[in-house]
């Protein structure tokens, strides 16, 4: 798929529920995709799914911006400009990280706890 062709589709458009973590809570539960200093992390709570999307944040874009100069000279103009306006535009060119959980999983029951949601077909408690 070419980038012109992709197009950004909210996920609270489609059912599902925003909801925030605190750093402590994203280290425990995804031990192996730690948040990082340059990290964003949006969360989504689905009927059968969590989706996680991984962007870079505004303290990231700020450090990159201001390496601008250094940049331009270590990898050329172009591909900087480039690489500048998918860094500004991360939601709208696609680029940012996605992942999912499925319902089911143990991690998929933790973040419903931590919400405060129960997961959907689980009678279990």
């Known amino acids: 798929m070419s980038m012109s062709s992709y197009v950004y589709k909210d996920s609270q458009e489609h059912g599902y529920i925003k909801f925030k ?24 709570y689905g009927k059968n799914d969590i989706l996680l999307h991984k962007y ?3 303290v990231g874009v700020a450090f990159l911006t201001l390496c601008f100069p250094i940049i331009v000279i270590v ?3 172009s ?5 500048f306006k998918q860094l ?6 696609g680029r940012f990280i ?17 919400i405060g949601l129960r997961e959907r077909g689980n009678n279990n408690g």
């Open 21 to 44: 973590l605190t750093t402590k809570q994203h280290n425990e539960l995804f031990p192996k995709r730690k948040k990082r200093i340059f990290d964003r992390w949006e969360y989504y």
């Open 56 to 58: 870079i944040n505004v």
């Open 75 to 77: 990898e050329g103009f």
């Open 79 to 83: 591909k900087t400009k480039n690489e």
């Open 88 to 93: 500004y535009n991360q939601r709208k060119l």
């Open 98 to 114: 996605p992942d999912t959980l499925t319902s089911g999983t143990n991690t998929y029951r933790e973040v419903a706890k931590i």
